[in-house]
Every structure is written in structure tokens, then in C-alpha cells.
DNA sequence: ATGAAATGTGACACCGGTGTCATAATGAGG
DNA sequence: CCTCATTATGACACCGGTGTCACATTTCAT
């Protein structure tokens, strides 16, 4: 089969590569009777336009890349669909690129990215959304980004965040008024902003409250499901048991539930279990889980929304964002 | 910031483009003196190529494009995981495309995204893999695609699929020898072949062990959560009460293990839950799922090797492989 | 009818690389 | 020292589009 090209097109329907461009982009300035010869030599053969060729005359992919290093599987899900609301909606297209955040190879494997594919823009989530190795490197690079649940404020780039530590107090802050004091709490990966976040809202619930904070109480989690499983087991063996556990997302929680479960404690009569995220698991187990809804999906949809703007040299206007984080109250807590 | 085009190294370096382009792509016939003096300058200058230019010349993108219209998203992120891993390993990357079979928009929309944005390659998982129109339209196009998971035997392009109708089998079968007689049964979508093929590996273990096949047994899901929630009511509405549940994929197992534990039934003393997939879920709650392990990423991963082989221009030899499914039982089943 | 403005069209350079081929420089063998 | 093969290098066309600008044609007010 031979390749149709723009060329082919014009000779075929005897006008100029340009008039047939100017047919492929809806320009002004074509005859309806061009307009419609041109249009008629695409169907009869066939034509699609190069996306590359086109690329390299705009300097544009119209493609967005996702970085991720995310545990959580539901996370990365999330923060997809919402990407990929705003580049449909705007005709560009979602490149997924998982890697590792530690081991050093992570600004040359960045850079061969960059250098096997053309990409207009790149959103950045947790924990690269706080790398400042990283935002150095494509801030040299000229390379446009938005980052997604980032602690770092005083960068003057695209932005939008929830408040984890906001949501953490009033999880905490509804333990308590339930009547818990006894709160022990799971601690997410190191590498993202969210886990010191969520800690410091625990805490600062706690003495708000008068309730002195006891780091005996404290696990450390990465936020998988396997890591809650390891603290669950360290939680559930303090004497005196803690009367509720708080971890910091849903996947944890629900490596607590599924220990609690299984050595015959009764949630929430027994043991309240609290998570983070509103992931879906939150309420696919029973009892399902009181958690945090993060709005992961709104987050990445507006940053990626502002990043395409700019790409396209409009003026952003505000670049940063806070959402609302939001109590959801389900089967999983109760009163001791 | 100025841009450094390969003819600003060029310049620079005091050698030809096409010398700097040779230095770039590992060419022989460089002297060593002028590779060394390159490759100085593209440190100096901070030089990246052009992807886009360079994909222009050599009329490729290395991009695969992944589409989906799936309700479970565990399933695409072990999709994403498995195509994933074989681009990297050839330098690719992975664009992904969610989009719906149904609605007639799904040649146009296909069509826009290979204007949008040039693809290499496609993988189609369920239910794509099995779309005839959609498979014409590519072969039409001259686009390069893999199977994942289809059906359709009689073609000739790149198939790799998990025996579910044997899988089916072996957890009905199961299901037979602990006890069970009295087995419901929840369908997958309609849309895709996988649930056809499970439906019947039921229906042959049944036959083979000579029970009679009960169609008021027999739910309508669609793999979702929420689905399952939908036919574990009407199915533990039946009198007498089956003795077990097959559900078609883990997420709907989930649902009726859920609206069990509710109702206060103890699984598996009270009722036996099976699933199919081994998806995370599986694990994470309690009691732990029985299920049939398919080897999503694994299928991924050899369609899209396979794909990236072909597009290459090697002969790829077998085009079609067939992997096996595996019984994992866990807590969910058991004797009536 | 006439000149100015608006509209339609094409020639040509350009985007930033790669492929082909001719030619220059180097090295081995006699 | 010369010939011939080998290695190194560059000129130039090309990939398939888009941007700029010049020019031809039409429209419209005077």
C-alpha cells in the first residue's frame, strides 16, 4: 500500500501542499469549492496527516507525561483518569512513565525520556511533585510541569495540593470525640510530603485535645498494603491495645481490618480503624472504612488543565491550588 | 534560553550534521578524536536531540498505544505493569487510551488518536481484542497491533491469551469436590469474551460431575464492584440459599463476600465464595479469596514484546500463545 | 469605471533530524 | 613510492507537514 501523503493529496486534487493544509486545519481563506475538492480527496484516499511531521513543524507532541512511584496502585489509577479528563478534552494525549525516585539513575532516566519522546508537558506526582533535584533539572531544561500534591510553595510553578494535614486533624479529631484517647497511628512512605503531613495533623488533633502524644503508638508504614500488614501486627500487640488506629491511606487500613479481622477483634466494637484517600477498597470491604476523601482525580484533572494552558502560551493566572480534603464517616469507627 | 539544534553542535564542534548525527546514534566511522570532541561540545551546550525530527527521518515514534474500556482497574494496572516493562526494555513508551466500544464513536475516536499522535503500535486488551470492526479498521490502516486476551482464532495477527474456560473449570470443579452442588454463577460483561468462555468452563464442570445446570443460578454482572453488590443481593435471595458462589472476576467476588459478612453469614462456614483473576482485592480482605491466578502482566508483557519485534521488521515466528491459568485457594471456600 | 481592501492560492524556506552517495584522508601491501 | 582498499567526513536531498510572503483574483465603496 502506498503512503498518502500531503503531497499526493495536493498533485491529486491539483492545488498547492499548503491549500490542502489549510483544508486539514480549518483555516480561513479556502473557496467552499476547494474546500470541498480537498475534502473529497481525503475520503476517496484515504488520507491521515503525519502527527510527527506535524509535530515537528509546530514544535508540538501534543502529548503530557505522568511520572509516578506510587505504591498505592488506586492512587496511580486515580491520578490517570483525571489526566486523561484534561488532555482529551483538549486533544492531547497521556504518556505513563513509572520509575524510581531513589538509586540515582533518576534524572538520566528523565533525560532519556525526554530524549526518546517529545513530550509538551510533564505532571509530577508524589513523591517526584517534591523532588528538588528534579524540578532543577526540568527547570533547566525549559521543560514545562505541574505538580500534584507537592509540599514545596515557594516555587513559582503549577500547583495543586489537598490538605493532608488538614484532613489528618479531623480524622484524629473524630476519633477522639468518639471518646478514643488511645490512637495508634501508621506512618506512609518517607519519600512523600503527604506521610509528614498526615503525621503532623494527628498530632496536632492530639494536643489540641489534651491527649499526650505516645510515639510508642506510632508504626512505620510506606503506604502498602504489605507494610500495613507489618504494622498491624506491631499495633495490634501493644498492651494496652490501642482503642482505634488511624493509618495513613486506605490500603493500610485495610491490612489492619484484615488482622483485626482475622484474630476475632470485632470492628468497630472492638477496635475503630481509620484510613486516608477514599480509595476504592475504603468501600469494598465491611465494615467499610471512615477515611479522608482526597480528590485525587479534581487535583491532577485542574493541574494538568493549567499545564496544557500554559503550554499553549496562555496566561495562567493563579498557579497554585489547595482543594478540600472531606470527612467520610463509615462503619469502621465507633465509640470504644 | 537559545535551542540547540543538531547544527548549533555542528557549528559549534567545526563537523557536519552528519557527523554530529553519527557521534548521537553510536555510528562507526568516527574517529575517535572527533567522537571525543562531540560529544564534548553536547555536554557544553547541554544538547538534547530532537525526538520528534528524529522520528520524522526514521518514520518512527516508539510509542505503543494501549486501549482499554475496562470496569476493573486492577486489571489495567497489571495491563499498564506488563506492556510497561517490554517497552522499556526496547526503549519505547507507553501512551494510554481509555476509551468506550460502545456509542459508535470508536473508529473516530481511534482514528483521532493515530492523527493525534503517531503510534507504533496498539495493544488491545478486552474488549477491544475482540472488536472486528475495529481489528478491519487497523488492518485497513496498515497499523500494527497485539491481541491481549481474545478470542477471535482465525487471524493472523499477534495473540496472547490465558485458557479461561479451562481456568472456569478447574474452580467450578473445585467448588464440586469439597461438596458443593448448589454453585451460583455471576457473568462478566457482555462485551467481552472472557466471560462467555468462564460461563462455560462452568457449565462443563457441572456437566462433567452431573449436576444439573440451573439457569436461576445464573446472575448478570459486569465485573464491576458494583455489579457484584447487584447480584450477590438477588443470588442470596434464592431459596434454598446456594451452598457456594463462582463469581467472574474478583471485584464482584468481593461484592458478595461484602454483603455476606453483612448479612451476617460466615464465609466459608455459611457460603463459599470463589473469584477469578487473583487481583490484589483477593488478598486484602478476609477471608482471603479463592481464585484463579490469570497472568495478566504476562500476557501484556509478550503481546507488546512480540509487538515491538514485529515492528522492528523481524519475522516474529509464533504468533499466537496460549498461557495457562492457575487454582489458588484461599479462605473463601470450603466444605458445605 | 476605478482604486482600495479583502480574499484565495501557491512558491519556498523551514522544523531538526537521517539516508545516500561522493570524496578526502589514512593505511596496508608490493 | 605508488596503488588500492578502508575509514572518515561532508554535501545534499528527504521525511511530511506549517509559516511567511508575494501575487492573483474578487468584492465593494465611490
Chains 1, 2 share one sequence.
Not at 514544535?59 to 486523561?84: E, H, M, W
Not at 512513565?97 to 519522546?117: D, F, K, Q, V
Not at 505516645?214 to 491495645?241: C, M, Q, W
Not at 485525587?296 to 494538568?304: K, L, N, S, Y
Request: proline share 5%.
Amino acid at each position: 500500500m502506498k503512503k498518502v501523503t500531503i503531497n499526493s493529496v495536493a498533485t491529486y486534487a491539483g492545488v498547492s501542499k499548503k491549500t490542502v493544509s489549510r483544508v486539514l486545519n480549518n483555516e480561513p481563506n479556502v473557496s467552499p469549492a476547494t474546500r470541498e475538492k480537498v475534502l473529497k480527496v481525503f475520503k476517496e484516499l484515504d488520507y491521515t496527516p503525519n502527527p510527527i511531521a506535524r509535530g515537528l513543524a509546530r514544535n508540538r507532541s501534543f502529548i503530557i507525561g505522568c511520572l509516578y512511584d506510587n505504591p498505592s496502585k488506586s492512587y496511580i489509577t486515580r491520578v490517570q483518569s483525571g489526566a486523561l479528563e484534561a488532555c482529551h478534552k483538549h486533544n492531547y494525549n497521556l504518556l505513563i512513565h513509572p520509575c524510581e525516585l531513589r538509586g540515582g539513575a533518576l534524572i538520566a532516566n528523565i533525560e532519556n525520556l525526554l530524549t526518546t519522546s517529545r513530550l509538551d508537558g510533564l505532571v509530577l506526582t508524589p513523591p517526584f511533585s517534591d523532588s528538588v533535584e528534579l524540578i532543577e533539572f526540568l527547570k533547566r531544561k525549559n521543560v514545562n510541569y505541574a505538580r500534584v500534591a507537592s509540599a514545596i510553595e515557594d516555587d513559582e510553578s503549577i500547583s495543586v495540593r489537598s490538605n493532608d494535614e488538614q484532613g489528618a486533624f479531623e480524622i484524629t479529631e473524630h476519633l477522639i470525640e468518639l471518646g478514643h484517647s488511645n490512637i495508634a497511628f501508621i506512618k506512609g512512605h518517607p519519600d512523600h510530603s503527604a506521610t509528614e503531613q498526615r503525621f503532623s495533623g494527628y498530632q496536632r488533633a492530639l494536643s489540641t485535645h489534651n491527649i499526650a502524644f505516645n510515639n510508642a503508638l506510632v508504626a512505620e508504614g510506606n503506604f502498602s498494603y504489605h507494610s500495613g500488614a507489618d504494622s498491624a501486627k506491631a499495633i495490634l500487640d501493644i498492651t494496652p491495645r490501642p482503642s482505634a488506629v488511624f493509618a495513613s491511606n486506605d490500603y493500610m487500613a485495610a491490612a489492619v481490618l484484615k488482622l483485626a479481622t482475622q484474630r476475632h477483634l470485632k470492628v468497630p466494637e472492638d477496635i475503630s480503624i481509620a484510613g486516608f484517600d477514599n480509595a476504592p477498597i475504603a468501600r469494598h470491604i465491611w465494615p467499610g472504612l471512615t477515611t479522608i476523601a482526597q480528590p485525587v482525580e479534581e487535583m491532577t484533572r485542574q493541574a494538568v488543565e493549567l499545564l496544557i494552558n500554559q503550554i499553549g502560551g496562555a496566561d495562567v493566572g493563579v498557579l497554585q491550588t489547595t482543594l478540600e480534603a472531606k470527612l467520610i464517616t463509615r462503619e469502621s469507627t465507633a465509640k470504644p
